[in-house]
């Protein structure tokens, strides 16, 4: 069995994770046999976010975990406790939250960070040629992370955020909403779901495409073991 880490930014796409890209993606790889563990940081928001207004709630605070566990059902732990050797592959959902919470891409760009504990995560993923899944705005995560590596990424077509991506060194490939970019040299699989305004069918064929493009690297590093 397939077992795959999902790191979540909260609950919620303006101030969180998505929750449809996350679902999904927790869909697909039960379908296809792989046992996924969520985990988020133990942490509050950046902000918290009315989802039906737009507007940032002055005053108000949530703790990213603890919203993360909304999705996830309860069956979360800490992101300091991901050890990436008890795991095959690593699938990252998008939302803003992964922007606000697991860096600060929203407000830095190209001269932000991300967390420690995800960063450290992430290379370690990398290193051992493990797959990684990122989703939405999520493959900024790997491009912040993986500097040196020179990753292929999609974000869509979102002209900003790709030239952002290629200012780090890494090379942007557009992408339709239905369908993922694989970079078979580093292990990484990326899908722009949200970063278009897309139906969720649409959005869905193209997480669809990418779980299967990572439980099929991650089978084939097994069988190659």
């Known amino acids: 069995m397939i077992r ?34 969520v985990f988020a940081p133990d942490m509050n928001q950046m902000h918290v976010v009315n989802h039906r207004t737009g ?17 996830a ?15 095959d592959a690593l699938i990252l959902p998008g939302g803003f939250g992964a922007a606000k919470n697991l860096s ?34 999520a493959p900024a995560l790997l491009a912040l992370a993986a500097k040196d590596l020179g990753l292929t990424l ?5 002209a900003g955020v790709a030239d952002t991506i290629e200012s ?3 090379r942007h490939r557009n992408s339709p909403v239905e369908r ?15 970063m278009y305004d897309a139906p969720i069918a649409a959005v869905a064929k193209g997480i669809r495409h990418m779980v299967e493009e990572v439980l099929a690297l991650s089978t084939a590093r097994k069988k190659a073991a």
């Open 55 to 71: 507007d940032v709630v002055p005053g108000e605070s949530r703790n990213v975990l603890t919203e993360a566990a909304r999705i």
């Open 154 to 158: 999609t974000i869509g077509q979102d």
């Open 73 to 87: 059902r309860g069956e979360i732990a800490p992101l300091e406790k991901l050890d990436a050797a008890e795991f």
């Open 168 to 170: 780090l060194g890494h």
């Open 4 to 37: 795959v880490a999902v790191v979540l930014s909260g609950c919620g796409h303006l101030d969180g994770a998505e929750i449809r890209e996350a679902v999904l993606s927790l869909l697909y790889l039960d379908e296809h046999g792989a046992k996924a563990s």
């Open 104 to 137: 600060d891409f929203a407000i830095n760009g190209a001269e932000g960070c991300i967390l420690p504990a995800l960063q450290k995560t992430i290379a370690a993923f990398l290193e051992a040629r493990k797959p990684v899944g990122a989703i939405c705005i």
């Open 180 to 194: 993922a970019v694989v970079d078979k040299e580093h292990h990484v699989v990326t899908c722009p779901a949200y």
